[in-house]
């Protein structure tokens, strides 16, 4: 269940990475940062309802869950505006400085001007705690509903870029720039839009990473940035399917770590990152991989 | 001109050029308030823009030459240590922004000669430091123990030899960030190097001076920092030399085409794994050993010393200084350490104001702060 559960929300920061790759050919490094700031700010729409006096765990959730998102969207369409569209054209190494500098600065923001930042926060819980035991499995409910949350979210993303205007617009600019533009796509328009979904998915996924634990951090947005950026590396960056899959690749070797080498349980995030350093090593380009030919 | 003339000359330049620099540090160093902080400041802004307007500092330092302006600029270096001999929190300023500076100069080699993005430099630092603190307790002579701090950076850094060779761009970077986190999530739950209380150290031992005790030498109380303070001057000049005779010679022709076109260098004969791990290599071996005498300066070493953060800081001084230039970096360095200490109220918020400040630069000018020079064919212009 733990290995589901992460694997879903890799899933859905890999597709974040995707889809900026796939419309700009950057990589926002900020994203994970993103992510923080997400939780962060559905924790700060929970306590203002209960300032307000809302105790229904329904609505709670409701606005939690639309506060972060949508507020995130915003900040993500500016990062957008402000970190990658102007560099756009300009080495990459100057995207990659500015939105890890950018991702720093919110950081930085959240430990400094959150009530209490730099100490790991306690989520509420807002979904049904109730479990069913079947044998040795124990089944929550709440994970359960975040699972299918997650997986409906994915789902819409998919009939989204497939079966809408908007979609095609995406998927158009992500295959060629210059031809899209003559045929009348908002090139601005669609790139910001990209990048409002992409941080609303993982605002998404601070929220569900915030449930699940029931703790956040300011500094574990990093964490899961760098574990989703090589989760959609892995699957192929551009790839929609591959992100997925990457994603929950990830998390399988990353459960599968902790069950073969339970000694080593300390060393869960050394292990993680070295899993990252080697399979970039071992396909650069991912599992599926398009082929890297230079034309000169 | 006669070359005694010319001789003459080039003393006069230079001195000049170390002197103006010493009193602007001087008066930084030795102001107490925080609105004596701003006027040095400003007025090290106004010296500096305005001989660069004028074209009075370049001409200076042309008619100096590189090797009198570095020479002159440690004896003024060594001169401010005799005024705050007897002040161990200016001195320990001193050092660590000196430090600091050496292992941007590692850095340099890597991100601004060959090309190879390095996120985890605050890594290596801590790899020095640790190789420090494990050795610096046995019989081993310290000079040695502070080679092998930089010969185990280089030889830690070698682990990420193939993982950078098989990628570019920003997967290499992600590489570098990975094991930055890797290495400090490491030390933070491996018992053998402290956890994250982290290792005490013993202080430098060199030439039977131990440099962590204060000594008077002829009725003038000098404090050990003193000497560490002089110990960082001469292995920033080691590191400066070292760099500047990579970079003057045909390497750092090779390592120029490494980094501005992979597919033209290979084209031309130039071996692109070679120059990226020799830079790399040499570019870690700096870092690991300024981070060795730091650690022994400090006599204590934490996981929480070698964030993530404190990598991107020293690429941020590196941007910041204007990618490739060795004069900017320095200026970089010096503020980027020294401003937050001197101006408390900011001390709190010195890693948002960098990060906003890259951000700002890479924005508003692309180019970096301060435009990168050419390489000139032939050194023709230098006569």
């Known amino acids: ?119 790991p926060q306690r989520f509420p819980a807002l979904l049904p705690t109730a479990s069913w035991s079947m044998g040795r499995f124990n089944l929550r409910v709440d994970n359960l509903l975040m699972l299918l949350a997650g997986v409906v979210l994915v789902l819409g993303l998919s009939l989204l870029l497939r079966r809408t205007r908007l979609g095609l617009a995406i998927r158009a600019v992500a295959q060629d720039e210059e031809t899209a533009r003559t045929m009348g796509i908002d090139f601005r328009r669609v790139v910001l839009l990209t990048f409002a979904i992409g941080s609303a998915l993982a605002a998404f996924a601070g929220v569900m990473n915030g449930l699940y634990y029931n703790e956040i951090n300011f500094g574990s947005g990093l964490l899961l940035g760098v574990i989703g950026f090589s989760a959609a590396v892995l699957g192929g960056l ?46 650069p380009t991912g599992l599926i991989g398009e082929e890297l030919g230079e034309r000169v | 001109m006669r070359p005694a003339q010319a001789g003459a000359r080039a003393a006069l330049s230079a001195a000049a050029i170390a002197a103006v620099a010493a009193l602007l540090l001087y008066g930084f160093l030795a102001a107490e308030s925080e609105k004596t902080v701003g006027l040095v400041l400003a007025g090290a802004v106004v010296v500096v823009a305005g001989g660069l307007r004028s074209k009075v500092l370049p001409r200076l330092v042309r008619a100096a030459g590189e090797r009198a302006v570095m020479s002159a600029l440690a004896i003024a270096a060594v001169a401010l240590i005799g005024v705050f001999h007897d002040d161990p929190f200016v001195l320990l300023l001193m050092a660590r922004a000196l430090l600091v500076l050496v292992a941007c100069l590692g850095l340099h080699v890597q991100l601004a000669d060959a090309g190879v993005p390095n996120f985890a430099g605050a890594a290596f ?167 060795g005498l730091s650690a022994m300066m400090v006599g204590f070493i934490a996981p929480n010393n070698f964030t993530f ?53 890479l924005v508003l000018r692309p180019a970096g702060l301060i435009r990168r020079i050419a390489r000139r064919p032939f050194g023709s212009l230098a006569a």
């Not at chain 1, 770590?257 to 399979?279: E, N, Q, T």
């Not at chain 2, 900017?328 to 918020?349: D, R």
Request: aromatic share 10%.
């Open chain 2, 125 to 291: 630092f801590g790899v020095g430091g640790y190789t420090a603190a494990v050795l610096g307790h046995g019989a081993t002579p310290h000079l040695l123990v502070l080679l092998a701090s930089g010969a185990v950076a280089a030889a830690v850094g070698s682990l990420l030899l193939l993982p950078l060779l098989r990628t570019r761009g920003h997967y290499a970077a992600l590489i570098t960030i990975a094991f930055g986190l890797l290495f400090r999530t490491f030390l933070e739950v491996n018992e053998t190097l402290g956890g994250p209380q982290g290792l005490k150290l013993g202080g430098l031992r060199l030439l039977g001076l131990s440099f962590n005790d204060d000594r008077e030498i002829h009725g003038v109380e000098i404090s050990g920092y003193a000497f560490y303070c002089l110990a960082a001057v001469a292995l920033a000049l080691v590191a400066v030399w070292l760099v500047r005779s990579v970079e003057s010679s045909w390497i750092g022709v090779a390592l120029d085409a490494v980094r501005l076109d992979e597919t033209a260098a290979a084209c031309f004969g130039i071996s692109i794994g070679r120059w990226k791990i020799a830079a790399f290599t040499l570019g870690n071996a700096i870092i690991g050993v300024a981070g």
């Open chain 1, 1 to 119: 269940m733990n290995g589901v559960m992460l694997g879903l929300m890799y899933a859905l920061v890999a597709l974040g990475f995707t889809l900026f790759f796939g419309v700009l050919d950057v990589v926002q490094f900020a994203h994970g940062d993103v992510l923080t700031a997400g939780a962060f700010v559905g924790l700060a729409a929970y306590a203002a309802l209960l300032h307000a006096g809302v105790q229904a765990a329904v609505p709670q959730l409701i606005v939690v869950v639309l506060a972060a998102t949508f507020s995130m969207a915003i900040l993500g369409a500016v990062l957008g505006r402000v970190l990658v569209l102007p560099l756009k054209g300009a080495p990459a190494l100057n995207t990659l400085l500015a939105t890890l500098m950018g991702g720093t600065a919110l950081r930085e923001c959240i430990r400094l001007f959150y009530p209490g930042g730099s100490q």
């Open chain 1, 238 to 283: 551009g790839s929609f399917t591959g992100a997925v899959l990457g994603g929950f690749l990830f998390a399988g070797l990353q459960t599968l770590g902790a069950v073969v080498m339970p000694f080593a349980s300390a060393y869960k995030d050394v292990f993680a990152f070295a899993v990252v350093i080697l399979l970039m090593t071992w396909k």
């Open chain 2, 309 to 361: 953060q404190e990598s991107l800081v020293l690429v941020s001084i590196l941007l910041l200084g204007g990618l490739g230039n060795l004069a900017g970096l320095a200026v970089a360095a010096l503020i980027v350490i020294w401003l937050p200490e001197k101006l408390q109220p900011i001390q709190e918020y010195r890693y948002l104001l960098f990060s906003v400040l890259v951000v700002l630069v």
